[in-house]
């Protein structure tokens, strides 16, 4: 099996950014939402993302942006990723890139049964990575980050026709049983290196970065 990719979220300050580069993250997330705990405005997304070297991928998770933040942004972070985790439709995708070619698109898809796994064929050819995450309440004021998880088996036959990625519920115990079951390529944390809402624990991002390629 390849090399998983990991991706650490919600990541808002240099220290803990820092501890993600060490431990081996390939993709730091970045949230842009304010009803998020781990929310950074643009010129602090600037002076962070500005500390990631080159071989790691850069990723802004946005909820319905519209076009003014998404430039924004991606000039603030000198994003490579834009994760859209919240009801865009496809045609959404296409207008984002149409107007940002050079930008990858993540499509986050809120999972509960399989027919929400189903669903991501829509995105297919428009996403350039999928994203699996656990479905939230529907009154819930966040989409994801919440350390929900769905049950992985419903990915365990997968066949994926792209680039696709787990969320939801990681954490440094849980995560090499996930890869197992699902074979992802990816895994997505942030409220699993948590010691708090918001807060990432350097510790607990080295063992979840451990765990998972271990």
Not at 23 to 48: M, T, Y
Not at 72 to 98: C, F, V
Request: hydrophobic share 45%.
């Amino acid at each position: 099996m390849p090399r998983i990719a990991i991706k650490i979220c919600g990541l808002s300050t240099p220290e803990t950014l820092d501890a993600a580069l060490k431990a081996g993250a390939s993709h730091v997330g970045f949230v842009h939402f304010s009803k998020s705990p781990r929310h950074v405005e643009a010129e602090r997304l600037a002076q962070i993302a500005a500390r990631v070297p080159d071989h790691v991928m850069k990723v802004g998770v946005v909820v319905n942006p519209d076009d003014a933040l998404v430039d924004q942004l991606i000039q603030a972070g000198r994003l490579d990723a834009l994760q859209l985790h919240g009801h865009e439709p496809p045609q959404r995708l296409a207008a984002i890139r149409s107007r940002f070619p050079a930008l990858k698109l993540w499509k986050a898809i809120p999972v509960k049964t399989a027919s929400d796994i189903a669903s991501a064929a829509s995105y297919a050819q428009l996403a350039d990575l999928i994203l699996f995450d656990a479905k939230t309440p529907d009154h819930a004021d966040l989409p994801g980050g919440m350390g929900l998880r769905f049950d992985w088996n419903l990915l365990s036959g997968y066949r994926a026709p792209g680039p696709w990625g787990l969320s939801g519920g990681l954490d440094p115990a849980n995560v090499a049983e996930a890869i197992r079951i699902t074979r992802a390529p990816l895994v997505d944390v942030s409220s699993g290196v948590e010691s708090a809402p918001g807060i990432k624990d350097v510790d607990k991002i080295a063992a979840f970065c451990k765990a998972a390629v271990s």
